[in-house]
């Protein structure tokens, strides 16, 4: 039983928030998103790259470094922390899943997860769960589910009309397509598992950027707490605000167990593995909607304006508790484990 | 990051489980809040010492196991699901034991922990005073020295398990000049020592589950101190650190509850579904008790790889509290108008033989976000040592 990361981890974990630090500041996020139709920054994009992020679930004979879901779900804290859209996380490691478990003579795998590790293409990921699809425009390939089969298409196969979100971070688009014998990668009877396994990755996915973003708000809570002041002190110092914030420490010092939990449940295939995606991003996206909730509190009337920075990040987090199945889906999941007959439920339990 | 048993703590699991499927009484004791209930809760301790499992995480030569913290997980995974009896001892084998091993002298080890393991002494707290709950530092009661005795005159108040305790340890003001957190010793005080009257004080469910204590020139040995004069509130603190931390609630105890709440809800889903926001507190009391669980495994693994337990230990009281009282309260909702009945023996149906007295539970809960540090001194320490807010 060791439910600690070793160094290594942490410290690539150290080298991604040193590197988000200088090189993902909020006013540099802020540029991109709202001065550009895309949202998106190739250059940004090439030094994730130079990070190794893109690479980071690529195989070693595609030219990545083959990392396992364990190693994301700490880079995926801190992308989230970060603000990191998503663009990143649907081609680096969505797609990545799915390519990765496509039969080997495939020329499409081949063909992409080298481009994929370079950083040198962006892969959209299609699935009824979301209405929408992310950064269509910018895809160089998109990745889409028909009953359960896989299609692959390129993006002038596909028509794409942007659907604004309150996120600026987001692009979000209704795509129009029709599923052909060409388009086709993967049948149903293999892309059944395929896609089960992708929405617990994109839900860990969430579900660990959600903490990170819990986090951010909680740090940028505390700075105001300790700088504003009224009454000639600083408004940290009063009970009330300070109990706001140790509200959300306690909810953040609860969920991120539960999610390094599911992180290795989807590592090594635990038949456990769905509901405990679905409760970790429950628990995460919880302590996120509190964190918003109570840091926006803390803000005061700054906190409700688009100049203060925490709107980014809350936003993002309103965003994502939705994305890849909302509260309604995973708690059916959950509740559907724990109320079937027979649970395995109570003490010695856990780690089944 | 390993989530799995190694086959030494599998088969540490299977002892514990043999042992306490042949050892656990077959009808449950008595409360040990009544003179009958705490003799049969005593004897249980004795039974538990002589299979050595009193104190499990205790060293061999003071009569435990010498198991790491994993194992105490277990032990108390089994203990739980075997739904064996409350621990009487709880106080002394839990939060004083941890502190003599750290600041005792070996001759105080010796001295107590074996009596302690064994249910021949039974423990009281003794911290709070009229005038000093939150605010411990306002401590008054005193033990003055006088020669090779401390003489101890004043009162404490909601001492736990203190009306048929044996002995009682807390903290005195042993230096009558000084003030607040200083000049406060830390002593161990015989509970049978002349001078001494104990008032019991009826708790919610009528029974005398604390007492207020009152001292009369009571005579101490000197030895009767733990660690140096006047430095008591250190070890104090130190106390509390295990008490609102690890040892006081283990989590197994939350999911055992968790999943019989599961069961309760299972078994009256016609009337309880009638509100559909209780199938939601089910499933949420589930989660919680997991995730209670394993920030509780994760802690003991980053102990076992030297670090140190800090205001995590103030996160833990609030969420084990807040948990305890929505399990509790959910239960009451699904119980409908039978919630208040004393006794109803409809809902003492079983999982492996388990019973749960829910009423008993939702009462007891109410006092879990005041006990050891209410939970709102819990959030002030949080947010002053974990987020580094200032100081009012």
Same mark, same amino acid.
């Given at each position: 039983?060791?439910?600690?990361?070793?160094?290594q981890?942490?410290?690539?974990?150290?080298?991604?928030?040193?590197?988000?630090?200088?090189?993902?500041?909020p006013e540099?996020?802020?540029?991109?998103?709202?001065t550009?139709?895309?949202?998106?920054s190739?250059e940004?994009?090439?030094?994730?790259?130079?990070?190794?992020l893109?690479?980071?679930?690529?195989?070693e004979?595609?030219?990545?470094i083959?990392?396992?879901?364990?190693?994301?779900?700490?880079?995926?804290?801190?992308?989230?922390?970060?603000?990191?859209?998503?663009?990143?996380?649907?081609s680096?490691?969505?797609?990545?899943?799915?390519?990765n478990?496509?039969?080997?003579?495939?020329?499409?795998?081949?063909?992409?997860?080298?481009?994929?590790?370079?950083g040198?293409a962006?892969?959209?990921?299609?699935?009824?769960?979301n209405?929408?699809?992310?950064d269509? /425009?910018?895809?160089?390939?998109?990745?889409?589910?028909?009953?359960?089969?896989?299609?692959?298409?390129?993006?002038?196969?596909? /028509?794409?009309?942007?659907?604004?979100?309150?996120?600026a971070?987001r692009?979000?688009?209704?795509?129009?397509?029709?599923?052909t014998?060409?388009?086709?990668?993967?049948?149903a009877?293999?892309?059944?598992?395929?896609?089960?396994?992708?929405?617990?990755?994109?839900?860990?996915?969430l579900a660990?950027?959600?903490?990170?973003?819990?986090?951010?708000?909680?740090?940028l809570?505390?700075?105001?707490?300790?700088?504003?002041?009224q009454?000639?002190?600083?408004?940290?110092?009063?009970?009330a605000?300070?109990?706001?914030?140790?509200?959300?420490?306690?909810?953040?010092e609860?969920?991120?167990?539960?999610?390094?939990?599911?992180?290795?449940?989807?590592? /090594?295939?635990?038949?456990?593995?769905?509901?405990?995606?679905?409760?970790?991003?429950?628990a995460?996206?919880?302590a996120?909607l509190?964190a918003?909730?109570?840091?926006?509190?803390v803000?005061?009337?700054?906190g409700?304006t688009?100049?203060?920075?925490?709107q980014?990040?809350?936003?993002?987090a309103?965003?994502l508790?939705?994305?890849?199945?909302?509260?309604?889906?995973?708690?059916?999941?959950?509740?559907?484990?724990?109320l079937?007959?027979g649970?395995?439920?109570?003490?010695?339990?856990t780690?089944? | 990051?390993?989530l799995?048993?190694t086959?030494?703590?599998?088969?540490?699991?299977?002892e514990?489980?043999?042992w306490?499927?042949?050892n656990v009484?077959?009808?449950?004791l008595?409360?040990f809040?009544?003179e009958?209930?705490?003799?049969?809760?005593?004897?249980?301790?004795?039974?538990?010492?002589?299979?050595?499992w009193?104190?499990?995480?205790?060293?061999?030569?003071?009569g435990?196991?010498?198991?790491? %913290?994993? *194992?105490?997980?277990?032990?108390?995974?089994?203990?739980?699901?075997?739904?064996?009896?409350?621990?009487?001892?709880?106080?002394?084998?839990?939060?004083?034991?941890?502190?003599?091993?750290?600041y005792?002298?070996?001759?105080?080890?010796?001295?107590?922990?074996?009596r302690?393991?064994?249910?021949e002494?039974?423990?009281?707290?003794g911290?709070s005073?009229?005038?000093a709950?939150?605010?411990?530092?306002?401590?008054?009661?005193?033990?003055?020295?006088?020669?090779?005795?401390?003489?101890?005159?004043?009162?404490?108040?909601?001492s736990?398990?203190?009306?048929?305790?044996?002995?009682?340890?807390?903290?005195f003001?042993?230096?009558?000049?000084?003030?607040?957190?200083?000049?406060?010793s830390?002593?161990?005080?015989?509970?049978?020592t002349?001078?001494i009257?104990?008032?019991?004080?009826?708790?919610l469910?009528?029974?005398?589950?604390?007492?207020?204590?009152?001292?009369?020139?009571?005579?101490?040995?000197?030895?009767n101190?733990?660690?140096?004069e006047?430095?008591?509130?250190?070890?104090?603190?130190?106390?509390a650190g295990? *008490?609102?931390?690890?040892?006081?609630?283990?989590?197994?105890?939350?999911?055992?509850?968790?999943? %019989?709440?599961?069961?309760?809800?299972?078994?009256?889903?016609?009337?309880?579904?009638?509100?559909?926001?209780?199938r939601?507190?089910?499933?949420?009391?589930?989660?919680?008790?997991?995730?209670y669980?394993?920030?509780t495994?994760?802690t003991a693994?980053?102990?076992?790889?030297?670090?140190?337990?800090?205001?995590?230990?103030?996160?833990?009281?609030i969420?084990?509290? *807040? %948990?305890?009282?929505l399990?509790?309260?959910?239960?009451?909702?699904?119980?409908?108008?039978r919630?208040?009945?004393?006794?109803?023996?409809?809902?003492?149906?079983?999982?492996?033989?388990a019973?749960?007295?829910w009423?008993?539970?939702? %009462?007891?809960?109410?006092?879990?976000p005041?006990?050891?540090?209410?939970?709102?001194?819990?959030?002030?320490?949080?947010?002053?040592?974990m987020?580094g807010?200032?100081?009012?």
């Amino acid at each position: 039983m060791d439910f600690t990361f070793d160094d290594q981890q942490t410290a690539f974990r150290e080298a991604i928030r040193r590197f988000l630090v200088v090189e993902a500041a909020p006013e540099m996020l802020r540029e991109i998103w709202e001065t550009t139709r895309s949202g998106r920054s190739a250059e940004l994009r090439a030094k994730l790259a130079d990070q190794g992020l893109t690479a980071l679930s690529v195989p070693e004979e595609f030219g990545g470094i083959g990392q396992s879901d364990l190693d994301w779900v700490l880079v995926h804290q801190e992308l989230g922390y970060h603000g990191i859209p998503d663009s990143l996380t649907d081609s680096a490691y969505l797609a990545v899943h799915l390519l990765n478990r496509l039969p080997a003579d495939l020329a499409l795998k081949r063909a992409w997860l080298p481009r994929v590790a370079e950083g040198k293409a962006r892969v959209a990921v299609g699935h009824p769960i979301n209405p929408l699809v992310g950064d269509v /425009e910018m895809a160089d390939l998109l990745l889409l589910w028909h009953d359960d089969e896989i299609h692959a298409l390129s993006r002038d196969q596909v /028509e794409a009309t942007p659907v604004p979100s309150i996120d600026a971070s987001r692009r979000l688009y209704e795509v129009r397509w029709q599923p052909t014998e060409t388009t086709l990668i993967c049948k149903a009877a293999q892309g059944k598992a395929l896609w089960q396994g992708l929405i617990d990755r994109a839900t860990l996915a969430l579900a660990a950027q959600l903490l990170g973003l819990a986090n951010r708000m909680l740090d940028l809570g505390v700075d105001h707490a300790a700088q504003r002041k009224q009454f000639g002190k600083p408004i940290g110092s009063f009970q009330a605000v300070k109990h706001h914030m140790a509200d959300v420490a306690v909810k953040i010092e609860f969920a991120e167990p539960v999610v390094y939990r599911a992180a290795a449940a989807v590592t /090594e295939n635990r038949p456990t593995a769905s509901v405990q995606v679905s409760h970790a991003k429950l628990a995460a996206g919880e302590a996120a909607l509190l964190a918003a909730r109570k840091s926006i509190q803390v803000h005061g009337a700054m906190g409700y304006t688009w100049e203060a920075d925490l709107q980014m990040f809350m936003k993002r987090a309103w965003a994502l508790d939705a994305a890849w199945g909302d509260r309604k889906f995973h708690k059916t999941r959950v509740s559907d484990f724990v109320l079937a007959e027979g649970a395995a439920l109570g003490p010695g339990s856990t780690f089944i | 990051m390993r989530l799995t048993y190694t086959e030494r703590q599998k088969a540490f699991r299977s002892e514990i489980r043999s042992w306490l499927a042949d050892n656990v009484p077959k009808t449950p004791l008595q409360s040990f809040d009544t003179e009958e209930g705490f003799e049969q809760h005593r004897q249980w301790e004795a039974r538990l010492f002589s299979g050595r499992w009193s104190a499990v995480t205790w060293p061999e030569e003071m009569g435990g196991r010498g198991c790491d %913290l994993i *194992e105490w997980l277990i032990f108390e995974e089994e203990y739980w699901a075997a739904n064996a009896p409350l621990r009487v001892n709880q106080n002394g084998v839990f939060l004083l034991a941890p502190t003599l091993m750290e600041y005792g002298t070996d001759e105080q080890k010796k001295r107590f922990l074996p009596r302690m393991a064994a249910g021949e002494d039974i423990w009281a707290q003794g911290w709070s005073e009229p005038g000093a709950g939150s605010d411990m530092a306002a401590i008054r009661c005193k033990a003055v020295r006088q020669g090779d005795h401390y003489v101890i005159n004043g009162q404490k108040t909601w001492s736990t398990r203190a009306v048929w305790a044996d002995w009682l340890f807390g903290l005195f003001r042993s230096d009558p000049d000084s003030t607040r957190h200083h000049g406060l010793s830390f002593v161990l005080v015989p509970l049978d020592t002349p001078g001494i009257t104990i008032r019991p004080i009826k708790q919610l469910n009528g029974l005398p589950g604390f007492a207020e204590i009152f001292f009369d020139e009571v005579k101490v040995p000197v030895e009767n101190r733990l660690g140096a004069e006047g430095k008591g509130w250190n070890i104090a603190m130190a106390t509390a650190g295990f *008490e609102r931390g690890l040892m006081l609630r283990s989590p197994a105890r939350f999911q055992q509850s968790a999943r %019989l709440l599961v069961d309760l809800y299972r078994r009256n889903r016609d009337v309880a579904d009638a509100d559909p926001s209780i199938r939601d507190a089910v499933i949420k009391a589930y989660m919680d008790a997991e995730a209670y669980t394993l920030a509780t495994y994760r802690t003991a693994c980053r102990l076992a790889k030297g670090g140190q337990i800090g205001a995590e230990a103030s996160t833990n009281k609030i969420f084990w509290s *807040e %948990l305890d009282l929505l399990i509790h309260e959910t239960a009451m909702r699904i119980l409908g108008p039978r919630g208040e009945l004393v006794q109803h023996p409809v809902e003492a149906a079983a999982i492996n033989g388990a019973t749960h007295n829910w009423l008993d539970g939702f %009462l007891f809960a109410q006092a879990g976000p005041i006990y050891a540090g209410t939970n709102e001194i819990q959030r002030n320490i949080i947010a002053e040592r974990m987020l580094g807010l200032p100081r009012a």
